[in-house]
């Protein structure tokens, strides 16, 4: 028993302090209190190095049936209550670090006894390199793998077109991806983003198309160009306008007037719609609405000289 | 064993309080002098200007209800402007303002400002009174009850009120904690076991691993503001809602009779449900209807089902809290070895079910919910003083509800102390001076879980002066955080270079100051002068008592051989010992009142006594 304290000297006015703690227990209290900083947490509780965590328990509540001024009900403690919180103060934090996953691992590896630790270094750079081998067969044998790395590479690959520009490889691409794996956050956003330019690029072309029959005065194969790039994008404004004026031209006023709502629609603030809008207004014979129209493509744009001219036009007839 | 001082332990409740002890080491409800084991926590000053306690309180708070306080557990250690205050303003019939400094909160009371520790401390005072009435013997050393979930601030004031109660509070314990001591007394057992208190005014949820007689809190959680009341309240809502409908828009909230009855009934019948699938509501002339029309009365039926609607989504906020708590401390509900319910409010079947279901497994019924709480008080304030049996001794490790910490740059709050730790603890900062010649540093002490200062509660501004002048960063101030085993927060300071203890003021605490306990110390002073001389009336009118009550003693053999000759009085004997016995009574409950009542029911069987030990004619009525 006294072995335990051999070579520890004792403060012999704390032994003999007046205070109602036995003499066997003050030397357990005062000894355990100088050891403090001294011992490893496993030390401290008496258990040996990365002992379970049910042991850590178990001997945490035995050494608080010793430290925890609780234990020692109406006597009279001194210097020793102060003692007994830092002893316990101490326990309950072995006890915290050794149960507590997070923190108990590092501190294995830290108290790790030399032998210990070099196996164990060995044993987690032997298993650092399993796991890489294990990976790489993985992705040879399984399918499952197979088809990922197949969906990286399709990713990759959309990307690229879309920073080319050639935004409907991109999309095919990008939609491809997206069926094999439809978790893929990336794919899913870019392919919105694709499809929605490929569209658009798309319209523009069937936009031109018709631009360059209209001018010739082929008002059908026009309109059906113009329907075509607006299937692509509903919302582009200038081939409903010119559709508008397309179908006018060919004495469809009914269809002419729903283009030139959708043109007014898609955008309120583009004067050629507007213009549009007036144009198979005064055609349908409503000439104050039609006036309305035409002021407002007027003011959304001073230079539409060939609105001005069929506004003039207009107020005259209205005059008359 | 009766040598040893006697201590009790005491639940404070929200509605109801309990005082318990361990006589021959059994744990055991000490009755009040009513002979209930509940005593309402409600005091009130009577119009007559009488102070009431109790079920005295309790029975005049409909006719007085301005003067009437009930729910103080609610209030106290609550900081003025705080959301719960606010929120207990809309509700509450009595009025509160704002304490001298505009941090805590006072009641209007019969024309004076009490401070909620005051009231507090009556009703302790009460249980203390029913404790000495009890033991026959002055009670000076208790253990008291607070939520789990109870801050820093809540938990002072609670102990403050046990000082004015004229009580050393030997520890503020948790109350799921308590409960979990008193189930596993003496039982010897080894499992994890949850807590779940829903009480009048506070939820709590604890976690404990009990090996043998040491238990171990590995967990804690809840929230104050969720209880029985809340219940209430949900009843009492619809109850006005459908009576506004019904009667044309009349408002009960603007009548406090009104009021006050609702609450009553309301919370009646909320119980009856928790036997009965329905139940009627029926409080007639509850309001008057105006001008010229008869009082306007309230009749609904309400059911169990409609009340557990009204409720839907308080119970949940139980199990979400539930659930929360045992993620945190790493647990599935499998691993729960049993689940104890505390509280009234678990007797509402839909709570219980809740409980069951989220665990899969039923609860425990082997603790009564009410008294469980005290019970385990008394264990621990027995456990504190008295020597215990080898390998039974009890010992509670509690831990920290909250996040204790500190207000860092850009108001955020740096936790120095994480919750859930066992206590006692203890933390050190080290905090360095950022001018030149830098005198003072300024600390606000937070105490809850948002990352944002404000968020949560400030327990004080600590203000060290008179740093010692030196070179900005040259003078370091190491401060140690400490939180003792009540759950109390203690905050010293230290010149690292010098060693010397810093000076430390403590400002905007949300209780009392300690320049204001020491006043009302003074004052109670006062009264236990006033007190004892009640105490010389009392001694005085006993004295006289018991003289009676041996003179007619001395009469008895005669009085005896007496009437066995006689054909009359056949009962005077037994008469004369129920009014003897009701004079014992009174003088162990201390009551001079009920003596002075006795005293002429001896003297007429004194009289009595000495006519027919002299054999001579009976005195009339006789």
């Known amino acids: 028993m006294t072995d335990r304290y051999r070579g520890f000297t004792f403060d012999e006015a704390a032994l003999r302090e007046d205070v109602d703690i036995d003499v066997d227990r003050r030397r357990e209290i005062l000894f355990a209190e100088a050891q403090l900083q001294k011992w490893t947490l496993w030390e401290l509780l008496g258990i040996p190095w990365n002992a379970p965590v049910e042991a850590a328990k178990a001997a945490y509540i035995e050494k608080v049936k010793v430290f925890h001024p609780d234990r020692y009900p109406a006597k009279r403690l001194g210097s020793y209550r102060a003692r007994l919180e830092r002893v316990f103060r101490r326990i309950t934090e072995a006890r915290d670090v050794l149960s507590d996953e997070g923190r108990r691992v590092p501190y294995v590896r830290q108290t790790a006894p030399p032998e210990q630790a070099a196996a164990m270094e060995a044993r987690k750079l032997e298993d650092e390199r399993r796991s890489e081998e294990r990976r790489a067969r993985l992705g040879r044998q399984n399918p499952l793998l197979q088809r990922v790395g197949r969906v990286k590479e399709l990713v990759a690959r959309g990307k690229h077109a879309f920073e080319e520009g050639k935004f409907l490889q991109a999309a095919n691409d990008l939609q491809l991806a997206l069926t094999m794996d439809p978790g893929n956050i990336e794919a899913a956003t870019l392919v919105a983003e694709a499809k929605r330019k490929a569209a658009a690029l798309k319209a523009n072309d069937w936009f031109d198309k018709g631009q360059q029959f209209y001018v010739i005065g082929r008002m059908g194969e026009a309109l059906s160009a113009f329907r075509e790039a607006l299937s692509s994008d509903s919302t582009h404004v200038r081939a409903a306008a010119y559709a508008a004026r397309a179908a006018l031209e060919l004495g469809e006023v009914a269809e002419a007037r729903s283009f030139a709502e959708q043109a007014v629609k898609a955008g309120p603030r583009v004067a050629l719609a507007h213009e549009s809008m007036g144009l198979v207004l005064e055609a349908s014979g409503s000439k104050r609405e039609a006036r309305e129209a035409l002021e407002k493509a007027i003011e959304l744009d001073p230079r539409l000289e060939s609105a001005k001219e069929r506004l003039k036009k207009l107020r005259w007839s209205f005059l008359g | ?622």
């Open chain 2, 1 to 622: 064993m009766s040598e040893l001082e006697p201590v009790i332990g005491i639940d404070l409740g929200t509605t109801n309080s309990v005082v318990a002890t361990v006589r021959d080491g059994v744990p055991r409800v000490i009755p009040n002098r009513g002979g209930l084991l509940l005593t309402p926590s409600i005091v009130a000053v009577a119009k007559n200007g009488k102070r009431l306690v109790g079920a005295l309180a309790k029975r005049q708070a409909i006719t007085n209800a301005e003067n009437t306080v009930f729910a103080a557990k609610r209030l106290i250690g609550r900081r003025w402007g705080s959301k719960e205050v606010e929120d207990a303003r809309q509700f509450l019939p009595y009025q509160l303002v704002a304490g001298p400094e505009g941090n805590d909160v006072r009641v209007q009371l019969g024309g004076r400002t009490v401070s909620i520790p005051e009231i507090s401390a009556v009703v302790l005072a009460e249980l203390k009174a029913d404790a000495e009435a009890w033991f026959g013997r002055p009670v000076r050393k208790a253990v008291v009850t607070v939520p789990a979930y109870f801050n820093d601030g809540q938990r002072q004031s609670t102990k403050d009120a046990g000082r004015i109660a004229g009580l050393e509070v030997l520890r503020i314990i948790n109350e799921p904690t308590s409960a979990a001591l008193a189930y596993g007394f003496g039982k010897q057992m080894e499992k994890k076991v949850v807590v779940f208190d829903l009480g009048g005014g506070t939820f709590d949820v604890s976690i404990l691993d009990i090996g043998k007689s040491v238990y171990d809190v590995v967990g804690v959680g809840g929230d104050t503001y969720l209880g029985g009341e809340d219940f209430d309240r949900r009843i009492m809502d619809w109850l006005t809602f459908a009576f506004a409908k019904e009667n044309g828009g009349v408002d009960l909230r603007q009548d406090k009779m009104a009021l006050q009855r609702l609450k009553d009934a309301s919370e009646k019948s909320k119980c009856d449900l928790s036997t009965a699938p329905s139940t009627a509501i029926h409080l007639p002339f509850l309001v008057s209807g105006g001008e010229g029309k008869g009082a306007l009365h309230l009749d609904k039926q309400l059911t169990r089902e409609k009340l557990e609607e009204l409720t839907k989504d308080l119970v949940e906020r139980c199990i979400a809290v539930t659930d929360k708590t045992l993620r945190d401390a790493g647990l599935r509900a499998a691993q729960v070895g049993e689940v104890i319910l505390v509280g009234g409010m678990t007797r509402m079947p839909r709570v219980a079910r809740a409980v069951r279901d989220y665990f899969g497994r039923e609860p425990s019924r082997g603790v009564h919910p009410d008294e469980v709480v005290a019970l385990g008080a008394a264990i621990q304030a027995h456990a504190l003083v008295a020597p215990q049996p080898k390998g039974e001794e009890v010992l509670l490790l509690d831990v920290t509800p909250q996040n204790l910490g500190l207000m860092v740059v850009g108001g955020y709050f740096n936790t120095v102390i994480p919750r859930n730790t066992t206590v006692p603890t203890s933390q050190t900062h080290l905090f360095t001076t950022v001018q030149d010649n830098q005198t003072s540093v300024r600390i606000a002490v937070l105490q809850g879980e948002s990352e944002k200062a404000i968020e949560n509660e400030l327990l004080g501004e600590f203000i060290l002066d008179g740093i010692r002048p030196g070179r900005r960063g040259d003078v370091s101030i190491e401060v140690t955080f400490a939180i003792s085993a009540d759950g109390i927060v203690g905050v010293s300071a230290r010149d690292v270079a010098t060693g010397a203890e810093q000076s430390i003021t403590v400002t905007a605490t949300s209780g009392l100051t300690e320049d204001e306990l020491k006043r009302i110390l003074d004052e109670q002073r006062d009264e236990l002068l006033e007190r004892k001389q009640t105490t010389r009336e009392f001694e005085l009118r006993r004295d006289r008592a018991m003289a009676l009550v041996r003179e007619i003693d001395g009469l008895r053999p005669a009085v005896e051989s007496a009437l066995e000759k006689s054909r009359f009085g056949k009962d005077a004997i037994q008469k004369a010992e129920t009014v003897i016995a009701r004079v014992r009574q009174a003088i162990a409950a201390r009551d001079a009142g009920a003596i002075e009542v006795e005293e002429e029911q001896l003297d007429r069987t004194l009289q009595l006594f000495r006519a027919l030990a002299a054999g001579g004619p009976m005195p009339a009525g006789g």
